[in-house]
């Protein structure tokens, strides 16, 4: 049996640093009892693994179906769900566990959150040679995913899916305003450019009779920065944020896409003051042919719409790139982690990541290459057109204080609304975007 080694690198983990690092950046139970505290994870059965989660309604009730798929994979292995309140309560939870090495035996994290708990020791490395007695590879995953999951040469997250900020359609007014292809895809071509994009909203909104292209963005902590980042790094545009700053940017391409954005939100193609869920309500209610949102509304939209379309977001100024975060697996800090637990704790994740095609009907694209593979995968609509976003998905930057949930991708959303909502010039909110985030790194990291 291969060995458990130690991470390589990160600092003394104490309660003070797990706290800084988190803040910064009913249970529902498949086998045993109710969460009892943190401690509760290190009493758990031998044949038991314990896992937290963030998921709660549909998606929970996938993944409880995940793990039942999952038995045959993982015999006298059960799996126990603890589910928490997502956002900034789980992550100090977690880091919290995993300060006091009293964590459970696995965790679902956001891989953008994970600059901010590998270098600080908050989880441990995964054994790949334990992962490849059950089937699991670094070659089943996507390059742009696998590489987010490494630090210092180890790899402290498995990613369950990848969830992109894509488009969503209604086939009869994109038909009608002639943005679908032959095979009822999205015309791509005719979205590539900022102008071709602007004038496909037009046509759109005369076929839908009110808007073109519903964004709900108004008062939300990170619609505004989902748009932005995508578009910035299809620019070309890059991000470089040492520790204590300044900010490597370029204020020009983000003036540029800032200016494109304000356009796309001027009341002509869209309405100018959609908040998040008036833009789901727009587009559910047919007000609006088209929706930029993330993958996670497939549900919703196809509740509305039996033959909702989707596709990647299109590559409107030249590189390809598509926002994007993942579900991901990691191990909450053990100081003397038992090596058989983890052994069991690594073929449960193996035996779910296998289950992903059950996932897949959320609208979530697994991580695991093979399920994207199959002829089952193929069928599912209209997830299978645009999986191929995982190939140029652009996660948040890789730095402590960014990541889903936190105050960094807020803060980013609030100049943004003020560029769209309240007529900030597009220049000078490049420059309060900078200045922001050089007040971010001007924060000492917890590492």
Known sequence: MTGMPPPVGPPRLTRRRALTGALASGAALLGAGALSGCGSAQAADAS???LWDLFSGADGGLLNDMVRAAGPDMPGTTIERTVLEWGPPYYTKLAMASAGGR?????????????????????????????AEYGIGPADFADTLW????????????????????????????????????????????????????????????????????FGYVNDPAQGWRLFYGLYRQTGGTLHLPEGGPA?????????????????????????????????ASFANRQAAMTLSGEWELGTFRAADKNVGAAPFPTVFGTPAVYADSHSFVLPHRPDPDPERRRRTHRAVAALLKAGQIWATAGHIPAYGPVTRTRAYARLQPQVHYAGAQ????????????GSGSDFQTAMSQVLQQALLDGLAPDRAARAMVRRLNTFLSKPSPA
């Open 248 to 280: 490597e940017v370029d204020e020009d391409r983000m003036a540029e896409v800032i200016a494109f954005m304000a356009k796309l939100t001027d009341g002509r193609v869209n309405s100018k003051r959609l908040d998040y869920y008036s833009g789901i």
């Open 48 to 50: 038991t693994v314990r």
């Open 147 to 214: 590489s987010r999951a490494q630090h210092r040469g180890r790899t402290y997250a498995i990613p369950l899916d990848t969830h992109p900020f894509i488009v969503f359609f209604h086939p009869e007014p994109t038909a009608e305003a002639g943005l679908l292809t032959k095979d009822g895809t999205l015309d791509a071509e005719a979205f590539s450019s900022p102008d071709r994009f602007l004038a496909a909203g037009r046509e759109l909104a005369k076929a839908s009779g009110k808007h073109g292209i519903a």
């Open 103 to 131: 964590g459970p035996d696995v965790a679902v994290a956001h891989m953008s959150r994970l600059a901010g708990y590998a270098p600080t020791g908050l989880v441990d490395p995964w054994d790949l040679d334990v992962l």
């Open 391 to 402: 190939d140029h998905v652009v996660l948040d930057p890789s730095v402590w204080f960014a």
